[in-house]
């Protein structure tokens, strides 16, 4: 069974401060890494995704940073803001053949004032 | 634009019973998803349509559990003889893709009760 090893299971940060989500998978079969945020009573929305031809991604306060000879990732959020409070899921596409995700666990973060 | 809907949004049902789950992927994704997320067992996947190739069913938990999708655009999950550990939040999801890892964008899901 495909796993992707999420980690901490849950984070509170206070508002300012960053925010780091880790991520190891074992074997992939798209090398497309995508982090999801969800909010209560919500379906998961895509945040941001990187194909590790490069080893960060940044997208405002957003960023992955992917070693692939450890296989891990990981979710950086910089200056952490409340409404940043949600459940991340870093996922992994392990199979030839469709695009079905695997999800880590999932980590719930809270940003207090 | 419209994203994925999904209905009903929640669900009570009385264990023995059958249960239909309706969703409306995004106009054009040819690939369309469907996800279980329990408390005890995260998000997991259960089958997969893309256009009219035959689905990959390798995440049904049980052969209660079955998915059709209609002229490659509406699917129906249904769940027959419903447990108590069915008891879940059931999300849809969809991509215009083939290959090469599209985005997919999930619908707010159906909360499933069993009691």
């Known amino acids: 069974q495909q796993q992707v090893k999420q980690s901490p299971q849950s984070l509170i940060v206070q508002k300012g401060g960053i925010s780091i989500i880790n991520c190891a998978y074992e074997n992939t079969a798209f090398d497309y890494f995508p982090w999801y945020q969800q909010f209560p009573g919500k379906g998961p929305a895509l945040l941001i995704a990187i194909r590790p031809d490069v080893s960060e991604k940044k997208e405002g306060r957003f960023t992955i940073s992917f070693n692939k000879s450890a296989k891990q990732f990981s979710l950086h959020i910089m200056d952490s803001q409340p409404g940043d409070s949600a459940t991340y899921f870093c996922a992994d596409i392990s199979n030839f053949g469709n695009e079905k995700l695997t999800f880590g666990t999932g980590t719930r973060l809270t940003i207090i004032p | 634009g419209a994203g994925v809907s999904q209905s009903p949004s929640n669900k009570v049902t009385e264990k023995g019973k059958d249960v239909e789950l309706r969703c409306d992927p995004i106009s054009g994704h040819t690939a369309l998803y469907w996800y279980r997320q329990s408390l005890g067992q995260g998000l997991e996947f259960l089958i997969y349509?893309?256009?009219?190739?035959?689905?990959?069913k390798s995440g049904l938990p049980s052969d209660r559990f079955s998915a059709e999708r209609t002229g490659g655009s509406v699917s129906t999950l249904t769940i027959q003889r419903t447990q108590q550990e069915d008891s879940a939040v059931y999300l849809c999801?969809?991509?215009?893709?083939?290959?090469?890892?599209?985005?997919?964008?999930f619908g707010p899901g159906t909360r499933l009760t069993v009691t």
């Open positions: 999801a969809s991509s215009y893709s083939g290959t090469g890892a599209g985005e997919q964008y």
């Open positions: 349509f893309q256009g009219n190739s035959a689905p990959d």
